[in-house]
């Protein structure tokens, strides 16, 4: 029989003002196997912690209740408080009377009922706990960052200062991400590539960095500190290590009329290309869709005007599998689609461009050489329109509900950039909010309004209409002069929505990492723990857990490097002792349980078992990796001769908690 | 007095079953509308109006809608402003005590003035 103690927390007026805690401890007092019971005001105090070590030492407590906040909160601190006191960690168990109770009830009596139910079920399950005792596991001393943007270098660099192995994975052909697309930065208006590219070159230079572009995450097996992961390497058709990226190939190359994705389709590329100059690495890439070599084997001129001999057909996608400690998503955002906006006429004028499209055109290595002319027919465009909130702050569906964040900066930005190269232009900003929150961020948008006769309306545009003359009739609202308004227009521009990389979810699926219903990656605590998933081992860094611009990016991409440094520097890991067992007896060998660990921690192997007339006979059985399983428990519930249970939480352990609520 | 208003505004929502709230004054609406210079109050307003309790000056004036429905469909919040417009028409017609209209008196009811589309809108009621 147990020795139990129950210790209910006040948590101030958190848990006493909607339960009377008074009442909850001695009720508790008469359930099965309880020999002590009390209440203080803040249990997870120095003094609240006293009280438990205490109640452990002179009661001889085998077991305890703590009725408090959620385990996520203090289940750690308690547990350490019960070892102190000579109590295995494992014997104390949390009833959450707090998140699930006080905080949800607005009656006395109602939460005071609840309460109790809850310490009973704790009471019930701590009566069968068994001692445990966590194992060790090995940390691979190297990470990988999934994403090559800023956010993914930024994290590279710092871990491989730190002096552990990086490997960066990139699915485009260079490193670089979005940053690399765009031409100046706010709020300081310094070029982009000036300051991404000396990154790039670093990351690509740097021993303890491997870059492996091009490639792609398609499985990842294991856990914190011993994760293996398998990346395709996709055929470049070209030598990677052989290629000087002279671009003779991309001269020659016949096939010139592939759309530019680094220029977002507004000009052509040859078949075998480098995406940019800077690119990282600096070799060429054949795109297997376009090139009619590989389509039709008749061309092959790349490989004739090729001197070094890189150009080889017949590459096919590798396989490499690594082992890492830590990974890191940094897998980024892109500019939402425009289908549902057609009151916008985005895909009836090309002069209605993104803002993304419209930092290439302002860009010097851009489609126009930074020349900001029309796309329709190279006129220079004497009245602009840039409308905010394309497709963010939308309830309908039809956008993100989410506020994008970066928009009213680049906005202003460009409509700066605009008016300082072509003081001829007019230029309008069509806004519901300016929400400049951020250094030197306000200032920043009253010198476009101040210095630089931006025309900030607020309001919105209903519609864009092409007309026949080829100029962007656009129909708006100024809400202040309660108006509304007709600009003919030679050019508009769209702030769009950013959303998560599509890549995103299927990654979080193989890592097992929540996200939010945008595919934005989840963090383990909103405020606390912001660049950690609640997945251990698994972090995050940049635009793939929020929108966020570059300052922010750089500052969370170095939170991310800390933590994972944090766990690269520790030789050994405290294992989860709660983990799952199978009974060789009742398994019937069905791979129920092997099928649905996400851990792959189940084997399944053939046993001689002694039948009961003295003949052995074989039989196929599960057994569990104790150091790979992470305890959570969707074998337990699969298996269907109950022979799977988990250590912690038994099957025994979770019906007694339920009967307890039920008597 | 204050009563009243507040029974036409509770009217007025019930009916229309917009929920004025959720707009973030953004102002598509009176942007996307194509009767706008017609009106003497606009579809940003209308919601506003109702959200203040404001309706019985929208019940003397709100017949150049349209009822295009271009505020309806572009609204990023899902606010429908000529909804609201078609419930304080429905008022209207209440307080006059025209509840039980027959759809054979509207012909002798017409006002030359009145927008096609505006007619049309006023059929939908009758067409069940």
Known sequence: MQKIGVFVCHCGTNIAGTVDVHAVAEALKNEPGVVFSTEYPYMCSETGQNIIKNAVRENGLTGAVICSCSPRMHEVTFRKAATAAGLNPYMLEIANIREQCSWIHKDMPTGTAKAIVLGKAAVAKVNLNVPLTSGESPVTKRALVIGGGIAGIQTALDIAEAGFEVDIVEKSPTIGGKMAQMDKTFPTLDCAACILTPKMVEAAQHENIKIYAYSEVTEVKGFVGSFTVKIKRKARYVKENICTGCGDCTKKCPQKKIPDEFNLGMNNRSAVYIPFAQAVPKVATIDPEHCTMLKTGKCGICAKVCTANAIDYTQQDEYIEEKYGAIVAATGYNPITLENFDEFA??????VVTSLEYERILNAAGPTDGKLVRPSDGVHPKTIVFIQCVGSRDTTGCGKQYCSKVCCMYTAKHAMLTREKYPDTEVYVFYIDVRTAGKNFDEFYRRAVEDYDVHYIKGMVGKVAPMADGKLMVQASDLLLNEQLHIYADMVVLATAIEPDKSARSLATMLTASMDTNDFFTEAHAKLRPVESPTAGIFLSGTCQGPKDIPETVSQAGAAAVKVIGLLVKNKLTCNPCVAHSDEQLCNGCSSCEKVCPYGAISYSDKEFRMPDRTTATRRVASVNAAVCQGCGACTVTCPSGAMDLDGFSNRQIMAEVDAICR | MQTLKKKLTEQVLRTSGVNVRKCMRCGKCSGSCPSYEEMDYHPHQFVYMVERGDVDALMKSNYRCLS????????????????????????????????????????????????QQAIVSAFRKYSK
Do not use: F, T
């Not at chain 1, 985005?346 to 002069?351: F, G, I, Q, V």
């Open chain 2, 68 to 115: 295009c429905m271009a505020c309806v469909e572009r609204c990023p919040r899902g606010v429908a402003p000529a909804k609201l417009i078609e419930a304080i028409r429905l008022m209207v017609v209440r307080q006059q005590g025209q509840n039980h209209l027959k759809a054979d008196q509207i012909p002798a009811l017409l006002d030359k003035d009145l927008p």
């Open chain 1, 346 to 351: 985005y895909s009836r004028s090309p002069d």
